[in-house]
């Protein structure tokens, strides 16, 4: 079975603490990158399975835009004011309804 690739994306305590438990996994490999230009340069190389970010950070501008390209891509924002993560992933809708739009909202209620 192959090692599951993840990227951590900033330079908070709490990815540090993050990577620190991911990397007692055998069945992770685990990048870390402080700017986004290291985050460029490790995506050249392959696209990671999850991408893990600290919300806090202000780094969405960058971050969100990669489902565009890859939409298998997992992101995981970790909200540290809030104690929780927030997961986000990439889905394509294909012609949508203002209809489809209400229906995907009201069930994102339940």
């Not at 565009?68 to 970790?78: C, D, E, S």
Request: one cysteine or more.
């Amino acid at each position: 079975m192959g090692r599951h690739s993840v990227l951590l994306y900033g330079q908070s305590l709490l990815l540090s603490l993050v990577a620190a438990s991911l990397e007692e996994s055998v069945a992770l490999c685990v990048q870390r990158a402080a700017t986004w230009a290291e985050v460029k340069e490790l995506l050249a190389k392959g696209v990671p399975e999850a991408l893990i970010f600290d919300l806090t950070d202000a780094c969405e501008s960058h971050v969100l835009p990669l489902l565009l390209v890859n939409p298998q891509l997992l992101l995981i924002g970790l909200d540290t004011e809030r104690n929780q993560a927030v997961v986000v992933r990439g889905q394509e809708a294909q012609s949508l309804t203002l209809e489809r739009v209400r229906e995907l909202v009201e069930g994102s209620r339940r």
